[in-house]
């Protein structure tokens, strides 16, 4: 894990890098803005850990160029004013935590790894499960009980929608308007059709059974049905 530290009081920029390194971690340090922020364009972090007072460009500068670079990683403010106005400023510019001088490492490093993890879980959010059934997001691509499912592109946002929502009853009218892009038409067996066949696929030859028919109102996934 690598964290960029831009802190222009050397004392405290070394007792953070040492620290950092001694829990473990690849550590970069900065001292002023314009340098902190060209490290955390081009270099690749987990975390960036941003004084508020800096030379050259302020944290608050360096955070807003490293959302306009598209740089998602979580960002630690250190802050010597304990102040509303700058948790707003702070929060309102997307920072993910506060810690104001003076802090103990030991609080610095509980905040870090809190910042990590919910990184790590973020991640873990685009795989949706239930049972031994899994959508993979970005990639695309479903699994139950390992064996690869091809869903057509209508069929994967159908089981994402209800995996989503699982233990939801969704509505014809609902599934509609969310997959299909189109208001409920009772002429239309298209939402049927598609579920049979969703089905077919990814349950009928499984167990448990998830996707269930609540007559007369909709759709429900469920892997607790027993
Ligand atoms: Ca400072």
Redesign the pocket.
């Known amino acids: 894990m690598k964290i960029l530290v831009v802190?222009?009081?050397p004392k405290t920029g070394e007792y953070l890098k040492q620290g950092l390194i001694e829990a473990g971690f690849v550590v970069d340090l900065a001292r002023d803005g314009i340098d902190g922020l060209h490290l955390g364009e081009t270099g690749e972090y987990d975390l960036a850990i941003l004084?508020?007072?800096?030379p050259k460009l302020d944290g608050w500068h360096v955070l807003a160029g490293l959302r306009r670079a598209g740089r998602d990683i979580p960002v630690l403010f250190l802050t010597a004013r304990d102040q509303v106005e700058d948790r707003v400023k702070g929060l309102e510019l997307g920072a993910d935590d506060y810690l104001v001088k003076p802090f103990a490492f030991a609080e610095l490093l509980a905040r870090v790894r809190t910042l990590l993890r919910r990184g790590g879980r973020a991640k873990e959010a685009d795989l949706l499960r239930a049972a031994d059934l899994e959508l993979d997001l970005p990639r695309r691509r479903v699994t139950r009980g390992g064996q690869r499912i091809d869903l057509t592109a209508k069929e994967f946002a159908l089981l994402e929608l209800l995996l989503r929502r699982r233990g939801e009853v969704l509505p014809r009218s609902l599934i509609a308007s969310q997959v299909w892009d189109m208001n409920f038409d009772s002429d239309t067996n298209v939402i049927e059709v598609a579920v049979r066949r969703l089905r077919a696929k990814m349950d009928d030859a499984f167990e448990p059974k998830l996707i269930r028919t609540v007559r007369g109102m909709g759709y429900v996934l469920e892997d607790d049905a027993g």
């Open positions: 802190e222009d009081e004084d508020v007072m800096l």
